[in-house]
């Protein structure tokens, strides 16, 4: 994972939404693309969803969306 990502909470800090709006619209299908780790080899508790910057950018950008971070 050499790529920056950002979790669930800090993208939705940088939206000022709460973690559970960006949990709802991704269930939905809606918002950037991302990638969910194995359990695995982490420690729990660890978020396991990612969303890569690059694919954060893009949606931002395609959809008008200014970040407040």
Known sequence: MTEPYLTTDQLA???????????NQRARGIGPSYYTI???????????????LAQVLAFE??????PLT
Do not use: D
């Open 38 to 52: 194995p359990r695995i080899g982490f420690p729990a508790g660890t978020p396991r969803v990612r969303y890569p």
């Open 13 to 23: 800090a940088r939206w000022g939404l709460k973690p559970a709006a960006i949990k």
């Open 61 to 66: 950008e395609s959809n008008s969306i200014t």
